[in-house]
């Protein structure tokens, strides 16, 4: 028996068994309530009325992270909502990496991954990366995962776009 401190779920995923959300197109998004790196509190009630896209990462400042999390900064105003950046990294870590590259977007600092759990991403302690769109009504529109960096905003933008 493989030990249960993420091993487990990456040679899953590795050997393509497993590693995907059980969150579906048209569900309702599951209520988020975690700080972001200012300590303001984000909760899905106050984005109703707003496109928005959730995009969970494994951590800061490491290049697969940091190059998806550029392109999102590099096109938030294109996708015409409100972007959220999500790992189990702390809210310091948030920081520094939101300084370093400049990222114009909350970063939710789910320290104990208890959003990344509730919505299927968690991988041992840390979150997978998986991008959620979600609809003006809070209903997921589009779930990415797993999420191939290279085209991954293209392909929440397109989503983003086609929603009214």
């Not at 249960?4 to 497993?18: E, I």
């Not at 309702?28 to 200012?38: L, Y």
């Not at 520094?96 to 977007?105: D, G, H, P, T, Y």
């Not at 041992?124 to 960096?149: C, H, M, N, Q």
Request: neutral net charge; contains cysteine.
């Amino acid at each position: 028996m493989l030990p249960s401190f993420g091993l487990r779920s990456r040679l899953k995923r590795a050997l393509g068994l497993g590693g995907r959300t059980h969150l579906q197109v048209g569900e309702v998004a599951p209520d988020i309530e975690v700080a972001d790196e200012t300590g303001k509190v984000w909760s899905l009630a106050e984005l109703r009325g707003q496109k928005a896209v959730i995009f969970f990462y494994p951590a800061d400042d490491t290049p697969g992270c940091t190059r998806e999390s550029c392109d999102f900064r590099d096109h938030a105003a294109e996708l015409g909502g409100v972007v959220l950046g999500v790992s189990t990294d702390a809210a310091a870590s948030h920081v520094a990496f939101s300084q370093k590259f400049n990222l114009r977007f909350p970063l939710l600092a789910d320290v104990g991954g208890e959003m990344s759990r509730r919505w299927g991403v968690l991988d041992g302690s840390t979150a997978r990366r998986a991008s959620f769109v979600i609809d003006r009504e809070g209903r997921i529109a589009l779930v990415v995962d797993p999420v191939k960096v290279d085209g991954h905003v293209a392909e929440v933008r397109a989503a983003m776009l086609a929603l009214p």
